[in-house]
């Protein structure tokens, strides 16, 4: 189910929006092999450690601008926490992951479009933290970038409320 929205995470409709620099170095190849390790240690039990394994790389690929693979790291660390329903260290990453110096916008767009697709799956004290916690990081500096993700986040928040 989660693996299902982190498959789709790249919004060719954003494209337009994001104005990330240019990436100086490709470390996709080097990304498909963590997140495969990754998901071998977090269903052996070794979630933090599959956590720190993506968490360098992020880093590396976030200082190499590279979008796409900051994007595809931050999607499979929150996917990681959510299909071990550890929802407030979720909470916390999705916080503390998008106030990286220099993060990505692109990678914020993405792992606040996955995120809002999670919304139907929680319970209402969860969805209400979740709302609060995507608020928070889609403003600032961000923003403008997830302006076309907020009308939509604007719509399910609704829904949460009437419902």
């Excluded at 100086?24 to 933090?48: C, H, P, W, Y």
């Amino acid at each position: 189910m989660a693996d299902e929205a982190a498959s789709t995470v790249v919004n060719r409709g954003l494209d337009s929006l994001v104005k990330d620099p240019r990436a100086t170095q490709d470390f996709s190849a080097e990304a498909d092999s963590v997140i495969s390790n990754s998901r071998d240690m977090a269903k052996a039990g070794r979630l933090d450690e599959a956590l720190d394994a993506l968490a360098v790389l992020e880093k590396k690929a976030r200082q190499a601008s590279d979008a796409a693979t900051c994007s595809r790291l931050l999607v499979e660390m929150a996917t990681l926490l959510y299909n071990a329903k550890q929802f407030d260290r979720l909470l916390e990453m999705i916080h503390t992951m998008t106030k990286k110096r220099g993060q990505l916008k692109r990678a914020v767009a993405d792992l606040v479009h996955v995120c809002m697709g999670w919304l139907d799956n929680l319970d209402r004290k969860q969805q209400y933290a979740m709302v609060d916690t995507l608020s928070e990081v889609t403003e600032g500096p961000h923003g403008s970038v997830v302006d076309l993700i907020v009308s939509d986040f604007d719509v399910q928040c609704a829904y949460i409320i009437r419902t």
